[in-house]
């Protein structure tokens, strides 16, 4: 008699403890169902909010590489004097000045994008300073010289370019 009772508790109990665990595991999809929705939600109004801000930064970095490549840099930036040292740290000094007033737009651009720009910019201030140790004897000379030597060649800033071009395209 001992043993009916046991079954027929087993046999009451067992449905209800099916219909737990199932309800228990709908319930937990659905929690972590609404869990990825309100993520996907916000990180939507995020994106939408901060993207005119990181095409912005975009923009003033693919400014940035346009004033600092060879040819517009030697251009804008007239040598003041006939001393071509004076000259080759004046065209350092606004290379560095740009990056300056652009340093903030870091953080709204990738460590990559960001690494490349810097790279740029270093190898664009050695091409001024190795055209600076040439025989050039005024600085309209070393400006003849930057010009020339740069002119066959593909400037760093205009592959730093390429890769900012490449980076937004991505962000569609």
Known sequence: MNEDLILQMFAYLLPSV????????????HTKNEEGRRRFLLHKDIQK????IRLQAYERMALFLERISIPSLVVRVAPIGTDKDAYENLLIKNIEKEFDHNLS????????????IKTAKSATIQMIRKASMSHADSSDKLREVILNETMDKQSPSTTALSYVKKEIGELW
Do not use: E, H, S
């Open 18 to 29: 099916v219909t737990g665990l199932v309800a228990f595991y709908f319930f937990k999809m």
């Open 49 to 52: 909010n901060t993207l005119p």
């Open 105 to 116: 737009q870091q953080i709204y651009i990738t460590d990559d994008c960001w690494n490349i």
